[in-house]
Every structure is written in structure tokens, then in C-alpha cells.
């Protein structure tokens, strides 16, 4: 029987691990099997994490924070978790493998996924011209012509980053205007090797093998056209990864799981929830860290009362 099991290996998850080690629990950590480290991993330089005047690559940033958690003595497994009992004073987190481990508190921080924009050919060509990662697969468009899809932060991010490689970068968004913030839309539109396609969804995807370009329609005319290109990057946003505890806690009208007030309590009574899947507004590495805190220690004064009983 474990004291605790966090669940997510993104800046929530594992500064829980941080926390809650150094208070004696020696905490379990689920880090996915596929993809440890969360959404950092796929960040190329944070310029807006404390503690980092020139910058940090997202990879080693997140290096960095689970080898402190290690080092304190939480033990990182890379398994996913399939399967979660809640009810009850024992939870009972079952892995790919089908070992059940046994805690008396679960910190959930399994973060967020990519949306998809649910066409046609989006998965069939997904990794041949179609991507969610510009970190990840910027380099392979070398002077290529390609669209970032999106109007946030993500997708300026994600439009910049690519100029590096791309000879020509469109930004397709389906408004008039941008959600994404001052200083990132400045730096988009100083960049000439970026164009905008504005009031345009994209209807569909082209290529047999490989994407050679997509069909837009205008958003206020209705009218279509094909775009030729050599890759498409979706940056339309993510959800929440719920998906383990639908049913068995309460989640918000955004479809993040539901805490009370500024803590990390679920509807369930040792379970307690951090960074991302709480979070639809904010989503930065450094909120997400000050919410495994909250989660450490909130799942701290549980087991405690839990002692004193």
C-alpha cells in the first residue's frame, strides 16, 4: 500500500513528486509510457519560467524538474494507467500490465491533448504532411511551403518556430482577428515569411501518401478553394485528458475536472487534481507547477487527518 500515486509526468505531476517526497510519502509516479514529460517535451525555448533569464529548452526544463522530484525519492514508472477504483478509503490504480497498485491518496494530473480538427484524412495522413508538434517535426520542411492552423498562442508560436525551415508559412484561421496574445501576434506579423488566411476552415486534407494541400471555405462567404502545400500544422488548441475519470469525478461545463475553490479537491475525498485537466484558461508550465504544489499538500493534510483517526 503506497501513501500516494500521482498520476502525469507534465510540471504538475512531478513537482507534486516534489512536494509530497520531501514530506516522507514517497510518492509513485505514472509518467506515460509514450510520451513522459507532458506537453514541455514538445516546446522548443520557455523564455517564461522563473529562474531561467536566457531561456530553456522545454525537454530540459522538464529533465531538470523530475530529477529533482528523484531526488527526493519519488519513483517514476513509465507505465500508463488503464483503469481507476476511487470509491473508498483504498484506491486501487490498475496499469498496462494489469498490476494493481494501492494508495490511500491519487493526485490526477494527466494534463491535456492535442484537438483534432475531426476531418477526413487528418489521421490517415497524420506524420506524412500532417502534424501537431512543430518542435518535433518543423526540420523535416526544409524550404517547403506549409500552414499552421489556429488563431491562440500555439499557433504564433508553433507559425514563428517553423520559419526557421519552412520558405513560407500560412496562418489559416477561421476569424477576423487573433485569440493569441499582443506580443506573439507582433512578432507573427513582423515575420515576412508568414502570410494570413483569414475568415478560412480548412474542409479537407489532399494527398495520397503524403499531404500536398488542403481545401478551405470561407467562413463568410462560403465560397471554396484549394491551397497547395507540403505540410499542415493543427494548433487549434487541447483538452483535457479525462477520459479515466469520466463517471467518477465531477467535471466542470469546459470538461476539465471540477476542484473546490482555489484547492485541488475533487468530488471524491482523496483524490486531488493539478495543472492542465483543472485548468481551461491559464495552461503554463508555471501554474501548472503551483498546482502539483497545491495537490501535494493538499493530499498532505488528507493523509494526515487520515493518521489522526
Known sequence: MHQIIIIGSGPAGLTAGIYAARAGLEPVLFASSVEPGGE????????????FPEGVQGPELMEKIQSQAERFGTKVLYNDVTELDLEGDVKRVTDADGTVHEAK?????????????????????????????????????REKTIAVVGGGDSAMEEATFLTRFASKVYVIHRRDSLKASKIMQQRAFDNEKIEFIWNAE?????????????????TVTGETRDLALDGVFIAIG??????????????????????????????VPGVFAAGDVIDPSYRQAVTAAGSGTVAALDAEHYLAALEDH
Open 40 to 51: 514541455l517535451m514538445n516546446t522548443t525555448d520557455v523564455e517564461n519560467f522563473p529562474g
Open 105 to 141: 491518496a491519487v493526485v490526477f494530473a494527466t494534463g491535456s491533448a492535442y484537438r483534432k480538427l475531426g476531418i477526413a484524412d487528418e489521421d490517415r495522413l497524420s506524420g506524412h504532411g500532417v502534424s501537431w508538434c512543430a518542435t518535433c517535426d518543423g526540420f523535416f520542411f
Open 202 to 218: 480548412v474542409t479537407a486534407i489532399h494527398g495520397e501518401t503524403e499531404a500536398n494541400g488542403v481545401a478551405l471555405r470561407d
Open 238 to 267: 487541447n483538452d483535457p485528458r479525462t477520459h479515466l475519470v469520466h463517471g467518477k469525478l465531477d467535471l466542470t461545463a469546459d470538461g476539465t475536472i471540477a476542484v473546490e475553490g482555489r484547492s485541488s479537491k475533487t468530488s
